[in-house]
């Protein structure tokens, strides 16, 4: 059974910085692309980033660039998030997500991250 557990969500202040983790566990870490969602109140989900196996291929949404980091220990079977100069519209519960080559999805339950202006 697939298991993603994110970590790392709190409140602070903007301008501060926060390091989200999801340890992943069931499945053969290094057959996924890992990927960081969030969803603030009342709006949908929306995509973050996300990172092949080897590292160096790299996505990242328009309004986290040069702020956000993403990287994974595929030796621990974990996903990073690195997040600098948050904003207070960084304020979202932040989703861990796996995808296989057959598309197939697993999410974390997610974390809470508040950005306090």
């Known amino acids: 059974q697939v298991h993603l557990v994110e970590s790392g969500g709190g409140l602070v202040q903007a301008g501060g910085s926060l390091r989200l983790a999801c340890a992943a566990s069931g499945l053969t870490f290094g057959n996924y692309v890992m990927a960081w969602f969030r969803q603030a109140p009342g709006k949908e989900r929306e995509f973050v980033t996300s990172?092949?196996?080897?590292?160096?291929?790299?996505l990242y949404a328009d309004s986290v660039k040069g702020r956000f980091t993403i990287s994974r220990d595929n030796a621990k079977n974990t996903v990073f998030l690195q997040m600098n100069s948050l904003k207070p519209e960084d304020t979202a519960v932040y989703y861990c997500?796996?995808?296989?080559?057959?598309?197939?999805?697993?999410w974390g339950q997610g974390t809470q991250v508040t950005v306090s202006s």
């Open positions: 990172i092949r196996w080897s590292a160096d291929s790299t």
């Open positions: 997500r796996a995808r296989g080559t057959n598309y197939d999805d697993y």
